[in-house]
């Protein structure tokens, strides 16, 4: 079997994930890790090569699809348009609102280029994505509900980490369960930003520091925090390592309608993830689409794709045949 | 705008529903109701136009759609071929040992009608099949659970019925709870028949009929209930009618996985239905599918499809752009 070439741009809690997951899929084989670091400085957890980003060029003909495992601020609004002139990639753009122009200069490059580029993909942008699709498709008189959690906010647990006299925190966001309940009641209830979840905050405070202070100031925090009900619990450096040290994350899409003659039937339609790793399942949900981009290459198609673009079928490993004797 | 034109063949719960979920979608309109009555007997909901199924293919260029709304068991492998030589169709087999059979005879009728027949849709098959190979293609090591209910199953109420004695009887199947808190658990049960689902039986008896002669027959048949834990409730008529007239579904699909160097991380996709009425839901799914359809015939696509070969895009009534503003 001729397997899928895979390398990965950037080696940092995706890029690992993207690493393992590869290793999960007997059709794939990994090529080569790029890095923008000292390339003898990165060492891979199954001792693939590393390379630098200079060399990246060179490779071209070695890779089937480039992992783009970049951040969405300033990383991937650059590199997804410069690579997908060269290579089929994949990246996990997540800055909602950019989009539509992340979108545009994407499909640009990879029509100029010739390849298949697909963007946001992950669990949301991705899979919740999906999941809003699919339910909105099916219930047309009805109401969409999105709650994140439990899980590990990277960018809330920085902010708190900005604060002076923190030493490290972690924050979880939490959906709130009786929100949850109603939605799930069907009593399509217009829920507030406090209303659907909570943020739980575990502080390590620096030596000395005005701890009634920091609380004050994470829960007054505009934007972050003010909105919501936070609690902050400040535990020492080992509490922290011991019982936060992982990136859990998950949550939940919902939808709610109604259909028959009067609107008279009600049902539920719920999708929902647990995950240990937000990283690497987020790399698995990439890695499946990896193979979409080869074969959807390989097809001929050329442009910017998401996840609303790419038939089911060309996520699986197994045949047609296979999938609808097993599967469907 | 042009409206999609949709026909129905068959007028029972299943298309009722799709007459009702015609109406909740803009971009579609009711051509005509066919049926094997006689069509002064069939009153639709809406008033929609009935006509016998020997005006059918006079219709044809009134219809862009044609919805096959009769049963899998002798209907559709007869109807989804002949009917995909002239129309688009869209089915619901749900036979899942002949699938391969039908998909092979109804291929080969739409690409010589050179027509899109979407066969298997619903929600299972359909999107707990599509749940299935999305949670597949992302979590490759891992296993799958699909939990059926709490919900009416019309096959063995039926079977209630040919009981002599059974007046009148519905039938729930029901999930065990601990069956499933162990899954959600990713304890990777190995799960018996009798460990996944129970099944709860209300039954209309005669008048004197034996009762305890009548539930020793439903405990003890084969396939239908000897391999389960079964309730019994004997209620009367009144009963049956005031608490137990819906036709309720649903269900779960489940699957669990691990990730990381050493299979470290768990995780878990959920997806789950819960649906007051099972015809309805299933009528609203096929009718998105009917948009696909319609969308990938005039794009010159032909032959059999399930969902697993429709991007979700086609599904939707939005613009790829409204699409990636408002869903992704």
Same mark, same amino acid.
């Not at 609004?77 to 996990?92: G, I, K, L, M, W």
């Not at 240990?276 to 949900?285: G, I, K, L, Q, R």
């Given at each position: 079997?001729?397997?899928?070439?895979?390398g990965i741009m950037?080696?940092?809690?995706l890029?690992?994930?993207?690493?393992?997951?590869?290793r999960?899929?007997e059709?794939?084989?990994l090529?080569?890790v790029?890095t923008?670091?000292?390339?003898?400085?990165?060492?891979?957890?199954s001792?693939?090569?590393?390379?630098?980003?200079?060399?990246?060029?060179?490779?071209?003909?070695?890779?089937?699809?480039?992992?783009?495992c970049?951040? %969405?601020?300033?990383?991937l609004?650059?590199q997804?348009? =410069?690579?997908?002139?060269?290579?089929?990639v994949?990246?996990?753009?997540?800055?909602?609102?950019?989009?539509p122009?992340?979108f545009a200069?994407?499909?640009?490059?990879?029509?100029?280029?010739?390849?298949?580029? #697909?963007?946001?993909v992950?669990?949301?942008p991705?899979?919740?994505?999906?999941?809003?699709?699919?339910?909105?498709?099916?219930?047309?008189?009805?109401?969409?509900?999105?709650?994140?959690?439990k899980?590990?906010?990277?960018?809330?647990?920085?902010a708190i980490r900005?604060?002076?006299g923190?030493?490290?925190?972690?924050?979880y966001?939490?959906p709130?369960?009786?929100?949850?309940?109603?939605? *799930?009641?069907?009593e399509?209830?217009?829920?507030?930003?406090?209303?659907?979840?909570?943020?739980?905050?575990?502080?390590?405070?620096? =030596?000395?520091a005005d701890?009634?202070?920091?609380?004050q100031?994470?829960?007054t925090?505009?934007n972050?925090?003010?909105?919501?009900?936070?609690t902050v619990?400040?535990? %020492?450096?080992?509490e922290?390592?011991?019982?936060h040290a992982?990136?859990?994350?998950?949550?939940?899409?919902?939808?709610?309608?109604?259909?028959?003659?009067n609107?008279?039937?009600?049902?539920?339609?719920?999708y929902?993830?647990?995950?240990d790793?937000?990283?690497?399942f987020?790399?698995?949900?990439?890695t499946?689409y990896?193979?979409?981009?080869? *074969?959807?290459s390989?097809e001929g198609m050329?442009?910017?794709k998401?996840v609303?673009?790419?038939a089911?079928?060309?996520?699986?490993? #197994?045949?047609p045949? =296979?999938?609808?004797?097993?599967?469907?």
């Amino acid at each position: 079997m001729e397997k899928i070439r895979i390398g990965i741009m950037g080696y940092g809690n995706l890029g690992r994930g993207i690493e393992c997951a590869v290793r999960q899929n007997e059709d794939m084989e990994l090529t080569a890790v790029f890095t923008r670091r000292n390339p003898s400085s990165v060492e891979t957890v199954s001792g693939t090569a590393v390379y630098g980003v200079d060399r990246l060029l060179q490779k071209k003909d070695e890779m089937d699809v480039l992992m783009l495992c970049g951040g %969405s601020a300033t990383d991937l609004p650059r590199q997804t348009p =410069e690579y997908a002139r060269h290579f089929n990639v994949v990246d996990s753009f997540d800055t909602h609102a950019n989009i539509p122009q992340h979108f545009a200069a994407v499909d640009q490059a990879a029509r100029e280029g010739g390849k298949v580029a #697909m963007i946001s993909v992950g669990w949301d942008p991705g899979m919740f994505s999906l999941n809003r699709l699919y339910a909105n498709a099916i219930l047309r008189d009805g109401k969409d509900y999105t709650f994140w959690g439990k899980g590990i906010s990277q960018g809330h647990s920085d902010a708190i980490r900005r604060i002076p006299g923190v030493k490290d925190a972690k924050q979880y966001t939490i959906p709130v369960e009786s929100a949850l309940a109603s939605v *799930r009641a069907c009593e399509n209830p217009d829920l507030t930003t406090r209303q659907k979840h909570i943020r739980e905050c575990f502080v390590v405070a620096q =030596e000395g520091a005005d701890k009634a202070r920091i609380e004050q100031e994470i829960r007054t925090m505009p934007n972050y925090f003010a909105d919501y009900d936070t609690t902050v619990h400040f535990i %020492s450096e080992e509490e922290l390592l011991r019982d936060h040290a992982g990136i859990p994350h998950g949550g939940l899409v919902l939808r709610t309608g109604k259909t028959g003659i009067n609107g008279e039937n009600n049902h539920v339609i719920e999708y929902s993830l647990k995950l240990d790793s937000n990283p690497e399942f987020t790399a698995c949900v990439l890695t499946a689409y990896a193979r979409a981009a080869y *074969r959807m290459s390989r097809e001929g198609m050329t442009g910017c794709k998401t996840v609303f673009d790419v038939a089911p079928a060309y996520l699986s490993p #197994m045949s047609p045949e =296979e999938m609808r004797e097993h599967l469907l």
